[in-house]
């Protein structure tokens, strides 16, 4: 295992752990993900769209493990995946010390502290990396409680694509943040 699992205390007092996704996982991961997708305006993939078979999502999580510079965790609640992160590293050798966060927590899991811990997690750990020096994500520009996390653990803007979204005939922009590492 590449991280050392840890309990973190919420501010609804609630204590759950995060820990490295095993393969075991990979059905709870893709339940926790169907749920909470359809709960946010602001991940860009519809529900249909959603397409991962049960296998598809083994194999998603066996990647995570086998890439050195690449790390899935989860956050667990009595037993229930809750939310997870993922530093999704380069497979392109001149982008190998870059690597792409994703997140998302089940909605009544938001706003206590959770996405903090997580993505504090990731950078401690992609800080002892290494390989990686530059962490990047991109986010709708509406989407305050992710650019107040994001800006909070100190990425930066790093350029905005505008009406790069569209839903129901309506445009979002999207806006690129990275954090050096090193
Ligand atoms: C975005 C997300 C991961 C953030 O995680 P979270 O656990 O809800 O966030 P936290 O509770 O750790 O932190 C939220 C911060 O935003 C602040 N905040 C909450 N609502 C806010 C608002 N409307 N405007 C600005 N800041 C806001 C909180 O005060 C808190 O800051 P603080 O820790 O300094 O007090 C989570 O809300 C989520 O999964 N959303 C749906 C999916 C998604 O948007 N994923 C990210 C795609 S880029």
Known sequence: MKFKSQEVILKN????????????????ILRAIRTYLPQSNFIPKLEQELMMTDPQAEEWVAKFAEQAHSLLLIAEYNGEIIANIDLTGSGRKIMAH????GMGIIEGWRNCGLGTELLQAVIHWARQSTVLELLWLQVYTEND???????????????LIKDFFKKDGRYFDNLTMTLRVK
């Open 145 to 159: 409680i992710a650019l107040a996390i994001y800006r909070k653990m100190g990425f930066v803007d790093a350029g």
């Open 13 to 28: 007092r609630e204590r759950v752990v995060i820990r490295e996704a095993e393969i075991i996982d990979s059905k709870n």
């Open 98 to 101: 870059t690597a792409m966060i």
